[in-house]
Structures are given as C-alpha cells and as structure tokens.
C-alpha cells in the first residue's frame, strides 16, 4: 500500500515527516512518498489532471471552493463515524473549512493580526500602553503623538508601520468602518468596494502613510520586522508570526495588543487557516483518513509541533501544548473570536483588484474614491475561478 503527501513548505516538511515516521511505526507495510511542489500553481495542476497526491495541503478559507471543484474529497463520513469534535476548533476556523455540510479538511495552524508595541518608546512620551477595545483612531492619534521629527520636520522615527501593500492589512480596517471588498457571495464589486463606508476606510488607513507618520517605503535594507526589532518604528501592524524571530529579550521588551477595532460597528480580524485533505483521486480514502488523524488531531501524533510553526487550529492543542499560555500568543489566540473570511479567499479578486496597480496608485496618494471606482468599473463582478483553466494567482 502506498500514500503520497505534497507540500510546498520546507517548515512544514519537517512536522509531516514526523508524522510519517510515527505512522510507518504502526503501519510498517504502508510506503509514504512526500513530494515538494513549487508552489500551489502545481499542486492545482497535478490535482486537476489527475495525478495528485492522496494528502492535499491546502491553506486560505475557500474550501468550498475546492470540493465544488472536485479538488478535495468530503470528510464528513469519517468525521460523523469517528466522532471528531469540531467544537474543538476555534468558530472561523470549522467555519473556514465546512461548505454546505461538507468539510473539506482538517485544519492545522493558523494566523491573524494584531499590534506589537515598543513600551519604552510609549513610556517615554507619557502615553498608556494600548489595550483592548482601541480603535483605529485611537492607533492613529497614538501613532502621530509617537512619531519623532527633527527641526525640520524629517522623521527620525515612526510612530507606526502598517504594512500597506498588501491587502491583508488593509481589509480589517475597512470593515471596521462598515465597508467590505465584496458582496458576502463573492460576486459583487459594485456597491461594496467603491462604498463610502470602504472608501472612508481606506482614507483613514492611507493618512498615516500621507502624513509620514508611517513610512511610505522601506527603511533602509532591513526588513519590517526588523525595522521594529531595531526601533525604525514605535508600533508595528502584523500577525502572529512576526513573534518567532523575538528573541526573549526583545519579547521582553515589546508588548502587543489586539487589532483596533471600529467605534460604531463590530470588530472584525482578517485570518488565514491551513489544513490537509484528502484528494478526489485518492484510490484508498481509509488509510489516508488514517494518516490525516495522525497529521492533525489533537493528541494523535504531531499536532503540538504546528504551534512551533503558528497558532494552533485547535482549542485543545493550544491549550495542551502552552501556546496560549504565552503572552504574546495569547492576544492573537483572542482575536481569533474576531476572525472573518477575507476577500483573497476568491482568487478572481486578486487580478480584479490587486494586479491592476490598484494598491500602487493608492500608495502614492492619488484619490482614493477615483480609483476604487475605475477598479469596480473595470470589473464590477467577479466569475467563480475555473481551477482547470486558470492558473493561481
């Protein structure tokens, strides 16, 4: 008997390669080949004609776009026959992965965003440390009051980086004005992206940049994180994995608080979440259910060494295994009671929106109800992606 497993993460190579050795212990018959895909542009591609492999990794909240594709196989049955507690998994999490009754896979980590702070440079102007249930006026009045300049105004520090460019960090804010990229199906541009509720969130986002209260560009050849490891800046917008680079001293030294949120509507945090499933041209649906649990349940073989990588999917793994017992950690574990599917789980979104130097014209200050409206002129609906016939972003 033979199972293959892709993945296209050398990190995430080494946690199954545990769980290989754990489960040829048990099933000493069993050959597990583990394939490294490029990225995920192959593995769709492998999948699609049919020479994937039995275990798909898959990591976004679209996994009910995967099964309608015929990418990944429904596990239901095991789970209902096994009586695998999905309550064990944070709300958004199950939710990411289940699509009218199916579930497409079993998550494993995951990440969302929050604020590192540096407490000196807070305790040196006389300013509280931020806590839960700021909002994002309250961040940029504190970034502004942060920001150091010399007698001729040029920043010697930052108040804040908030790591525009990407639309992950962006889309949190916009909802917490009462906006949103897209229609709750996915479909719709119009209406929604060119809202005035969007508009006025991406404004109040792109100010700080304007001001040079957060920097436009990069600060010298060191990366973000590094910026504010080196204190480039006073505050710094990311997620989680931004902490494993902290050394203890450096934890030490800076603190973090969660996403601010909006004053009149519900909070809001952007999260991404990865699992493995199982493929549609899987010919032996039982001994790769079989491996699944050793990769991903709590307490059946490797799931405590995912929180070495991210946060854990799982409630019981993340109690069980400390991580939410760490400070630092502890606040985005939190936020995950705010997580919310964002719009990079539609991949037609992305060359709608984000190849269209939408986000390049923002940046450099042109206007910004002008050009959220030529994007939603320019494609006002989006199509479901075809996986056979288009490529991943």
Known sequence: MKLTISTHDDQRMAVIQEAVKQFRKENPDVSVVLELVPNKAELIRRLTSGEGPDIVEWEGTNMGQCLDAGILSDLREFIQRDKVDMGNYFPCIAQSVESNGRIGALPVMTETLGVFYNKRHFEEAGLPYPQDGWTWEDFMDTARKLTIRDERGNVIRHGAFTSFGYMLYVEPVVWNYG??????????????????STIEGFRQYLSLIDEDVSPRMGVGQDSW??????????MYLDANWAIKPMSIEQKEKFGVVGFPGGKEHPKSNIFQVYGYGISTTCRNRELAWAFLRKLALPGEGVDKLWTVLNLAANQKTAEQSGHKADAMYAVFYKELQYGRDGAYQYPNFIPAFHHNETFDRLIHAENVEQVLQEAVRRTPKITPFDFKAQSWW
């Open 179 to 196: 906006g949103s990229f897209l229609s709750e199906d996915g479909v719709e541009l119009e209406g929604y992206l060119n809202h005035p």
């Open 225 to 234: 994180i590094a910026c504010f490891i080196h204190e480039k800046m006073s």
